[in-house]
T-cell receptor, first 111, second 117 residues
């Protein structure tokens, strides 16, 4: 799996948009970008994933650059409950393909 | 999203005993499940890939005789920590891969915190 680079920590004010960057400059053509988050002492939660087009769901938006070497996860209106470690992972889309977790970004949403 | 149930959420045991952790996919079938371990303030580390009806694939450095994995059905995988010792104390998390409509997403259980005295 390609490696990803994320800032170790970020802060965001409650109600504002949180933009979490991820660099994956060695991503292969058949690798997807997945985002998960882990709230303290819980299992990771799936957020969103994409290949090359921008994606949006009820939780977040994923913006992938045209060269696919980086992406940004956007939480449009952050709440205190969004405080968590956010992981950006790239991998091929196969049922037996494992997820390799890096260190992620610790997002703290402040009141 | 799909639901993965993990039980128990917390277990405290004496050194030398064995502990079994269950991972169930509640509303989908999972031919592949994964077991992770997480130490405090560290990221998740994959221990093994569990395939229904076949032997698990263990990551390098993980003792297969100590961490027994059984994936007997499409909705249940179990991890047994045999002869547990204090250094096995950790947060164990399972995930199950849901394949639907060309999408492949892993959903995680809530985790099991194991404390070995």
């Amino acid at each position: 799996d390609a490696k990803t680079t994320q800032p170790p920590s970020m802060d965001c004010a409650e109600g504002r948009a949180a933009n979490l960057p991820c660099n994956h400059s060695t991503i292969s053509g058949n690798e997807y970008v997945y985002w998960y988050r882990q709230i303290h002492s819980q299992g990771p939660q799936y957020i969103i994933h994409g290949l090359k087009n921008n994606e949006t769901n009820e939780m977040a938006s994923l913006i992938i650059t045209e060269d696919r070497k980086s992406s940004t996860l956007i939480l449009p209106h952050a709440t205190l409950r969004d405080t968590a470690v956010y992981y950006c992972i790239v991998r091929v889309q196969g049922g037996s393909e494992k997820l390799v977790f890096g260190k992620g970004t610790k997002l703290t949403v402040n009141p | 999203g799909a639901v993965v149930s993990q039980h128990p959420s917390r277990v405290i045991c004496k050194s030398g005993t064995s502990v079994k952790i269950e991972c169930r996919s509640l509303d989908f079938q999972a031919t592949t499940m994964f077991w992770y371990r997480q130490f405090p303030k560290k990221s998740l580390m994959l221990m093994a890939t569990s395939n229904e009806g076949s032997k698990a694939t263990y990551e390098q450095g993980v003792e297969k005789d100590k961490f027994l994995i059984n994936h007997a059905s499409l909705t249940l995988s179990t991890l047994t920590v045999t002869s547990a010792h204090p250094e096995d104390s950790s947060f164990y998390i399972c995930s199950a891969a849901e394949l639907r409509g060309g999408r492949n997403i892993q959903y995680f259980g809530a985790g099991t915190r194991l404390s070995v005295l």
